[in-house]
């Protein structure tokens, strides 16, 4: 017979809870853990059964915490930080030269530079899997603070991180934004004001991306009015390809925009006031010492060394 430890601290009751917790809706989270709402309401009934309280309550159609749910959720993060403790400290004494690499890559970044160190990381230490996922700012964190991935690539500061005692970051490099523009008036201006860019439609990331929030604090920042926006994609090569085809105006990381120049009927400028931002890794603050990890910053520390980030971005980008 279970205990009531094991009841309650069981990997798929806790999962369920999470999940609960996390998109506060029945449907969705049962959607999102492949099992039937019945089954859901079910598993975490039982818990409220076995801790003694309910851990949620509805108000209206909506779902919302207890003050029980709110110690629950608290305990199992502590939980999770435990066993993420463990397994870091078992993966310290691994080899460097064997073993996977779990790195999360902000969808918005320009990767073609991490692509070719990948290659080379590859000819190098053959015995390491380098895995890239491509995910979202929410996704990112989430992965990070769950320990499915090791480092992330994303860009810095982000307010929505607040939480960051466990965590380190490593800068890559430091970035401006640039606008895009098909609009000859403005043809040899190096920086442009945000009042003069909602002139044309745009197109951009979506609401909740990194870049898009950094363009709305700026032009709220200035009592500007946004840019209309036509349509929405993930990637700058689908924006720049969007913008190029329709004449919309959008806002992209002069990163990405390296090398790609003397584009028809296309320019750039700096926003007037510029808008700027870091690339960096982040990761847990114990994944440093794992050796595999370690090594890998390093060997980027030393490609960087041997060519730095955009020089390499110029060479890849050049047309084939």
Request: neutral net charge; aromatic residues 10%.
């Amino acid at each position: 017979m279970k205990t009531k430890q094991e009841t309650i601290f069981s990997s798929k009751t806790l999962t369920y809870f999470l999940q609960l917790a996390e998109t506060m809706n029945y449907t969705q989270a049962a959607q999102i853990l492949g099992i039937t709402q019945p089954a859901l309401t079910q598993q975490i009934k039982k818990l409220e059964r076995t801790v003694g309280a309910p851990l949620f309550y509805s108000v209206g159609k909506k779902l919302r915490l207890s003050d029980a749910g709110y110690t629950m959720l608290d305990a199992t993060h502590q939980i999770y930080g435990i066993l993420n403790q463990a397994t870091d400290e078992i993966q310290r004494s691994t080899s460097a030269t064997q073993g996977e690499i779990s790195i999360g890559l902000l969808a918005s970044i320009e990767d073609s530079v991490f692509e070719d160190f990948a290659i080379q990381a590859y000819r190098n230490t053959p015995d390491i899997k380098i895995s890239f996922h491509m995910l979202t700012r929410k996704e990112i964190w989430e992965n990070l603070e769950n320990n499915r991935i090791d480092l992330a690539v994303m860009y810095l500061p982000d307010g929505s991180i607040k939480n960051w005692k466990p965590y380190e970051s490593s800068k890559i490099i430091s970035d401006d934004l640039l606008y895009i523009h098909h609009d000859a008036h403005f043809a040899g201006r190096k920086r442009i004001k945000l009042k003069d860019t909602n002139q044309a439609p745009w197109v951009m990331y979506p609401a909740d991306y990194y870049l898009n929030l950094v363009l709305r604090e700026a032009y709220k920042n200035h009592l500007e009015d946004l840019p209309k926006t036509v349509a929405s994609f993930t990637t700058p090569n689908q924006l720049l390809k969007f913008s190029m085809e329709t004449g919309t105006a959008t806002a992209l990381p002069n990163s990405f925009m390296v090398g790609r120049t003397n584009l028809p009927n296309t320019w750039t400028a700096k926003f007037d006031p510029n808008i700027h931002f870091d690339l960096a890794f982040v990761y847990r603050k114990e994944k440093a010492e794992i050796p595999r990890i370690n090594r890998f910053l390093l060997q980027f520390d030393h490609y960087l060394a041997e060519k730095d980030y955009i020089s390499r971005l110029q060479l890849l980008n050049q047309p084939k």
